[in-house]
């Protein structure tokens, strides 16, 4: 073992499993280690390590060149990544967490997005940090972001759901040209059940294309983040309870969107749940069921249902934010009504 680095990005190596922070944590190291252009910036990522310790030993092995402590400002810090992609690096910003992106929607929208198309050339621009409910944290710690994005051309949006595909979509991330905003949701970060032992070898998980979780006959549920190990325990469920086979759709990177994917699962089982954590009004499940209502209309056996938040801040109280998310039971509800339709 290599004391240089820090012990705890060293348990794939070693064969051991590892959380999906970590397999992050890995995914940073080792981008750092091959390009020497790779270089971060946020929060507290120093000394400190980081608000979830994603980035812990990383200035003592880099140096403060490349990973670097920022002002409490950032649509500033966002800006001056812009400029540094333009000079031929390669930032990863951290929002210590992605509800204060919003400073920066700005310089993301108007000039970091637009970058390519008004011929400024590309913009290799990584901004990723946690997201999501059902941590108590309020209104200011749990939002999802990503629709915030979606309808701005020139973007790509990632939202991984296990450790693996948070390793290898970040690697891809690093290394596309694009600005690519990347959600971690802080419920995934430490879960026990989601370790797992990655490849020692380097790889990539292509930006763009979904995974099909399971197969099913009956019913597809296109889903990701955490909703995916949601949709997993209801499939189980409806399978145990009901007899009904669930094929569920991983889309992994949300822009760009894996059409042809959901369209091929809902040709093969004529019914369609689209489950998200975001709020309703504006989430991506109506953007998805357009676009299987103008591609498969004459597959469905039955209308396209969603289950998502509901359209409120999140909660501060640990019941309220319960009933705000959806839950395992909502999607049950739904499959079933859809499966009996």
Do not use: C
Request: aromatic share 8%; glycine share 10%.
């Amino acid at each position: 073992m290599d004391a240089a680095i820090p012990e705890h990005l060293t348990r794939t190596r070693r064969g051991e499993p590892v959380t999906l922070l970590e397999a992050i944590s890995e995914a940073l190291f080792e981008e750092m280690t091959r390009d020497d252009s790779v270089f971060l910036m946020g929060e507290d990522i120093g000394a400190y390590g980081g608000a979830f310790k994603v980035t812990k030993g990383f200035l003592d092995h880099f140096g403060e060149r490349r990973v670097i402590d920022t002002p409490i400002a950032e649509g500033g810090f966002t800006g001056a990544a812009a400029g540094a992609a333009h000079m031929g690096l390669r930032p990863v910003v951290e929002i210590q967490f992605m509800d204060f992106i919003s400073p920066a929607y700005d310089v993301i929208t108007n000039y970091i997005a637009t970058s390519l198309y008004r011929g400024a050339g590309p913009l290799p621009l990584v901004i990723r940090g946690p997201v999501g409910g059902g941590n108590r944290g309020g209104p200011f710690h749990s939002q999802n972001v990503e629709m915030a994005f979606f309808h701005t051309p020139g973007l790509k949006i990632v939202y991984p759901s296990t450790a693996y595909d948070a390793k290898g979509l970040l690697k891809a991330a690093i290394r596309d040209d694009n600005p690519v905003i990347f959600e971690e949701h802080k419920g995934l970060y430490r879960a026990p059940a989601l370790r797992e032992v990655l490849p020692d070898e380097d790889y990539v998980v292509p930006l763009g294309k979904a995974r099909t979780v399971r197969e099913g006959r009956d019913l597809t549920i296109v889903t990701y983040g955490s909703m995916v190990h949601s949709s997993v325990e209801a499939a189980d469920t409806l399978d145990a309870e009901d007899g009904v086979s669930v094929e569920i759709i991983d889309l992994r990177t949300l822009l760009p969107l894996d059409e042809d994917a959901v369209v091929e699962s809902v040709k093969r089982t004529g019914k369609l749940l689209v489950v998200h954590e975001d709020t309703r009004t504006g989430g991506i499940a109506g953007e998805i069921a357009m676009r299987v209502n103008e591609r498969a209309f004459e597959w469905l056996d039955g209308p396209i249902l969603r289950v998502t938040a509901i359209d409120s801040p999140v909660p501060y109280s640990g019941p309220l934010e319960d009933y705000f998310l959806p839950q395992v039971e909502d999607i049950v509800t739904a499959s079933r009504y859809l499966a009996r339709y």
